[in-house]
């Protein structure tokens, strides 16, 4: 089945800084989604991004489909940017099922 | 407005019993997923209901879990004589149909078999 590999798996940043986390998936892919999961376990999407570039807020995302990777920028980190990242993929013929990462787990400290 | 609702948010039980976990999705919203989500992991698709469509099993791990969505609206997840690697959070999702930027999560439940 289709792999989807994020990184790095942890990163730790002071306030203020800027961070760029990566997905990397195997085969196409109907669909991409970026999420959010706050230390409290909350799950909020960021990013629908089957291609092309989307910014919200702070928040940017790019995805080239062709080459099979997407990345999700965060500028000016706050600590309640703090949680785990969820890279998610629908592969084509997936019928809404989506696939996830393992995640990259990002700590902004004061 | 109301978000997605989760019930129990905490479940503990024994090994063998059955649990039922319950689902309330945002009024209106045709499509509703289940996940899985083991302890630092990420998320697992379980089953995807889209109004009166069959659902898609294809992400249920084995016959001992089911789901159902009555009236197109609250929906039930079933795990039989429980195990403990079934141990995880719950996560329910709901979304408009064919909209998945709009897709809004619940709580999730926390499932702990002994």
């Known amino acids: 089945g289709i792999q989807v590999e994020q990184s790095p798996p942890d990163l730790i940043l002071q306030e203020g800084a800027n961070s760029t986390l990566r997905c990397n998936f195997s085969?196409?892919?109907?669909?991409l989604q970026w999420f959010h999961q706050n230390p409290w376990g909350q799950l909020i999407n960021l990013f629908y991004?089957?291609?092309g570039t989307k910014q919200n807020g702070r928040l940017s995302a790019t995805t080239v489909a062709t080459e099979r990777y997407s990345l999700l920028y965060i500028s000016s980190s706050q600590t309640t940017d703090s949680g785990v990242y969820f890279c998610a993929v629908e592969r084509i013929g997936g019928y809404n099922k989506l696939i996830f990462g393992a995640g990259t787990r990002l700590a902004v400290h004061p | 407005g109301a978000g997605v609702s989760q019930s129990p948010s905490n479940k503990v039980t024994e090994k063998g019993k059955d649990v039922e976990l319950r689902c309330d999705p945002i009024s209106g919203h045709t499509a509703l997923y289940w996940y899985r989500q083991s302890l630092g992991q990420g998320l697992e698709f379980l089953i995807y209901f889209q109004g009166n469509s069959a659902p898609d099993k294809s992400g249920l791990p084995s016959d001992r879990f089911s789901a159902e969505r009555t009236g197109g609206s609250v929906s039930t997840l079933t795990i039989q004589r429980t195990q403990q690697e079934d141990s995880a959070v719950y996560l329910c999702?709901?979304?408009?149909?064919?909209?998945?930027?709009?897709?809004?999560f619940g709580p999730g439940t926390r499932l702990l078999v002994l």
């Open positions: 991004i089957p291609s």
């Open positions: 085969d196409s892919v109907n669909n």
């Open positions: 999702a709901s979304s408009l149909a064919g909209i998945r930027d709009r897709e809004s």
